[in-house]
């Protein structure tokens, strides 16, 4: 029997338990162990709790008791997430977590820890939710080399630019919905303004090329400057707006220059796979040399499918107990290509009284034929992100998306 404790009983970390209890059977079948949540740690009593004989305050009488060979950690955040984690793995306990800010921050580190000490530290669940997309990127594509990974890993971003599309609606009043009804925190500024994204694009990231990416280098940007009139151009050309986590190889001159990253709302065509990912739903998109494109697809989010994806993790400790899996990545840290010399097009608005010096100094666009009044819309050649902001001074545009073919 493998024994487990659980930090933190909130919404991932009581689904955790959750799921080991209710699908004991199909987990021990495939695990080979009887999995046994034997403490749930948290601050608060659960009086009336179905497990609240299981609830401990100490995180002493967990990592004290060398029964507890796994702890799923779905606390959140760095403290006391990192001290706990950091801890349990120096004891030789496995940790399992869905904690992406923990992951992105420190996971490298955390990784070599648990090969020195013959344990594991795996976090499915920190990207995508309950879809499967770490192990994938680890193991199903292990004779891959991965050149892209392009993603929609924020739901509520995605539900709100989805309502926006739909309802022709302001961000504000979405954003209002989408927290009524629980999708976007009170404070929502880690979702909307691209910073969970950038987290998860950077653990993504460094499995792609195998060193750590730090999610501060990686250029971010959210969807709080997009409107309803930006989904009415959008419609006009046949395209809609995603915000997009994407990381790929960078090359001019056919040489490798190494891995550019960004998080930002971009005009994508019906042709794209990610298209037509609406709603909460979340999808990556995986280019690889001998396979070409893979996509994966589910919730992104939720208390059951990301407890899942963690409770997997455990199956997967218990099936190689005492044995430290590949790490991910090591500790070395890439660098970026500046995406200033990135080449892409751009979708511009600008005032109607600017459509001369705007087809001057852009040269060569396609028009945008729209029913917005007082305006003028194209769609730029392709052009280096540096060039298209001195030409965007130079003509004063009201806003740009970018647009991914």
């Known amino acids: 029997m493998i024994q487990v404790a659980v930090l933190g009983y909130g919404t991932v970390g009581s689904g955790v338990v959750e799921v080991i209890e209710r699908n004991r059977q199909e987990i021990t079948r495939k695990s ?5 949540v034997k403490y749930i740690l948290d601050l608060r009593d659960f009086p009336g709790d179905p497990y609240e004989n299981k609830v ?8 004290n008791d060398p029964q507890i060979q796994i702890v ?25 977590t869905s904690n992406k800010e923990l992951v992105a921050a420190h996971g490298s580190e955390l990784m070599r820890i648990a090969g020195e000490n013959k344990c594991n530290y795996l976090f499915e669940a920190s990207v995508g939710g309950g879809i499967p997309i770490i192990r994938p990127m680890k193991e199903s594509l292990t004779a891959e080399k991965i050149e892209a990974v392009t ?9 709100i630019l989805s309502k926006m599309e739909k309802e022709g609606a302001a961000f504000e009043d979405v954003l209002r919905q989408a927290q009524e009804k629980g999708y976007a925190e009170k404070n929502p500024q880690a979702d909307v303004e691209g910073h969970d994204a950038c987290r998860k694009i950077a653990i993504l990231s460094s499995l792609m090329c195998g060193k750590y990416v ?15 009139e930006d989904f009415v151009y959008a419609h006009a050309c046949g395209k809609t707006i995603k915000l997009l986590a994407l990381s790929r190889t960078f090359q001019r001159e056919g040489r490798e220059e190494g891995l550019y990253a960004m998080v930002a709302p971009f005009m994508i065509s019906r042709s794209n796979p990610l298209f037509m990912v609406d709603d909460v739903f979340n999808a990556i998109c995986v280019h690889s040399d001998r396979m070409g494109e893979s996509m994966y697809y589910g919730k992104g989010a939720g208390k059951l499918p990301t407890a899942s994806a963690v409770v997997s993790d455990v199956a997967d400790c218990a099936r190689h107990a005492g044995k430290a899996l590949m790490s991910s990545w090591d500790s070395q840290e890439a660098s970026l290509a500046d995406i200033d010399q990135i080449s892409r097009r751009f979708f511009v608005r600008v005032s109607e009284d600017k459509e001369s010096r705007a087809l001057q100094t852009f040269e060569s666009v396609s028009v945008i034929e729209a029913d917005v009044a007082g305006e003028f819309a194209f769609i730029t050649d392709s052009m280096t992100e540096e060039d298209f902001r001195k030409k965007a001074d130079e003509v004063g545009i009201i806003s740009r998306i970018r647009v991914e073919e």
């Not at 080979?32 to 046994?36: A, D, P, V």
């Open 151 to 159: 993603g929609i890993l924020n739901g509520t971003t995605n539900y």
């Open 32 to 36: 080979g162990e009887e999995i046994h």
């Open 56 to 63: 401990v305050h100490d995180v002493e009488q967990i990592l």
């Open 72 to 96: 799923c950690e779905t606390m959140g955040g760095l403290k006391p997430a990192y001290d706990f984690t950091k801890r349990a793995l120096l004891s030789g306990k496995s940790v399992c």
């Open 214 to 228: 730090n999610y501060q280098d990686i250029y971010t940007e959210g969807i709080t400057g997009i409107t309803a």
